[in-house]
């Protein structure tokens, strides 16, 4: 070969082998034809020979501590461009990761751990990293991974107050939200729910100012058999309960503002006795009483 070492970096062939056959660094070919390597890397974008991905480039290289050191000196305070950060980003990303479809040791993890230790976060970064965040939702399988490696853990007291400060003055998810499968007459707890509304309702003045006033009409008189006195009850025609479904009162606001909850004329004097035999008492299906 009579061509100078100097120029056979201009030799598409002899690049070629050297960076892929060969399989040596950019850096290194340079050092043979005692040039940078910025002017081998010009060749062989000028020639069209490709680069080895990032990953490839990085495949075996072991980093020396103290090179780590200098690498690390020599970045501090580097400001990056917004070009190279696009540039570095678009490398690191799918298959130019070299962490691309593998995964970290459990001694890499546990490294990685403790370098992260007490390590804190600009707010600024926190707010970067939770806006890259947003929108990004774990795969099924990432949840159940998440939900088992969580299972049977215990957050330590500091941990949930954080937890619960972080919530403070969040909305919860199903605030304002309805769910027509799970609530009103389609919950498998109505009747609990009735029930615990009427018990609620029966301690509330508004209705035992409506029992008071069905009493004083019918003169204290039971209105099914004449007896008079003793032990009465008010007796809703319309029952209670099916006045609550019927306009879907859940809570005690609404049922207060039920016009025919307080209606008087809903509403019959009635003995022990009587009252046991109407057809809505405790669910009883029996004779109608009439007001006469
Ligand atoms: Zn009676």
């Not at 070919?29 to 991905?53: E, H, Q, T, V």
């Amino acid at each position: 070969m009579n061509m100078k070492t100097e120029k056979l970096y201009q030799n598409k062939e002899w690049l070629r082998g050297k960076y892929w056959d060969e399989g040596l660094p950019t850096r290194q070919i340079g050092a043979i034809c005692k040039i940078d390597f910025r002017k081998i890397l010009y060749w062989m974008k000028k020639y069209n020979i490709p680069r080895r991905s990032y990953s490839e480039a990085e495949k075996g290289k072991i980093i020396s501590e103290e090179t780590k050191r200098k690498i690390s000196e020599a970045c501090k305070g580097r400001i990056i461009s917004e070009r190279q950060r696009k540039n570095h980003s678009k490398r690191m990303k799918g298959e130019g990761n070299s962490m691309y479809g593998k995964h970290h040791s459990k001694e890499a993890r546990d490294k990685i751990g403790e370098a992260h230790k007490g390590m804190i976060l600009s707010e600024e970064t926190k707010k970067k990293i939770s806006e890259i965040k947003k929108g990004i939702h774990p795969s099924e399988e990432t949840k159940r991974k998440i939900s088992k490696a969580h299972k049977g853990k215990k957050f330590s007291k500091r941990h949930r107050e954080k937890l619960s400060e972080a919530r403070l003055g969040m909305i919860p998810w199903n605030k304002g939200k309805r769910c027509p499968q799970l609530g009103g007459v389609n919950a498998a707890n109505w009747k609990g729910g009735i029930s615990f509304l009427v018990d609620l309702i029966r301690t509330n003045i508004k209705y035992r100012q409506w029992r008071d006033d069905v009493f004083t009409r019918d003169n204290f008189i039971c209105q099914g058999c004449g007896q008079i006195g003793n032990k009465l009850n008010a007796h809703h025609i319309k029952s209670f309960s099916s006045i609550l479904q019927y306009y879907e009162i859940t809570t005690m606001e609404e049922a207060l503002n039920c016009e025919e909850l307080f209606n008087i004329n809903n509403g019959v004097t009635l003995c022990e006795e009587c009252h046991s035999n109407t057809e809505n008492f405790k669910n009883k299906k029996n004779i109608i009483i009439k007001r006469k």
